[in-house]
């Protein structure tokens, strides 16, 4: 842990948003040397997944030229959004810190909550509806995969 890390995430946050990106910004750091510093660019690259943690995500791995982020830690400036808490699990990041609360994103017109409350919802029940088509046939992927001996494992 490192308050340094932590009050440049956040500094950078404020410094985004006069570049016109959102008020959230994430460092990836590992060994004590930050590897990756991004802020949100939804905006900015017309991207809805361009948020901070992902924007993190993608520059450390280019750098460290691998999919996994083990060994890693992130400094976010606000505590991250269901799709950014997945991709930090799915990059193996070692450990996560934040500062702004997702309370006080939702404050601020970035409420996440409605996400958190579809994601346990029947897909009949769902805002967006979801219909499973060609249930059997989707299912052959997984099966080739499966069987598949040169796979890389993630």
């Known amino acids: ?14 410094e985004n948003i006069k570049k016109g990106g959102g008020p959230f910004a994430a460092l990836i ?13 939804v905006t900015l690259s017309n991207d809805p997944t361009a ?13 460290l030229n691998t999919f996994d982020l083990s060994g890693c830690e992130i ?3 606000c505590e991250p959004c269901p799709m950014c808490l997945s991709a930090i699990y799915w990059a193996h990041v070692d450990r996560i810190y934040i500062s ?15 996400l958190y409350q579809e994601i346990g919802k029947p897909y009949s029940e769902r805002k967006i509806p979801v219909s499973v088509l060609l249930r ?8 080739q995969w499966k069987r598949f001996e040169s796979k890389i494992p993630y």
């Open 1 to 14: 842990m490192n308050i340094e890390f932590m009050r440049e995430a956040v500094a950078l946050a404020c």
């Open 29 to 41: 750091v590992k060994d004590g040397q930050v590897i990756a510093r991004t802020g949100n660019t």
């Open 51 to 63: 948020h901070a943690e992902v924007n993190a995500i993608r520059e450390a791995c280019r750098k």
């Open 75 to 77: 400094y976010s400036s």
């Open 100 to 114: 702004g609360m997702k309370d006080d994103a939702a404050e601020a017109g970035f409420d996440d909550s409605f």
């Open 136 to 143: 059997e046939e989707g299912k052959e992927p997984f099966e």
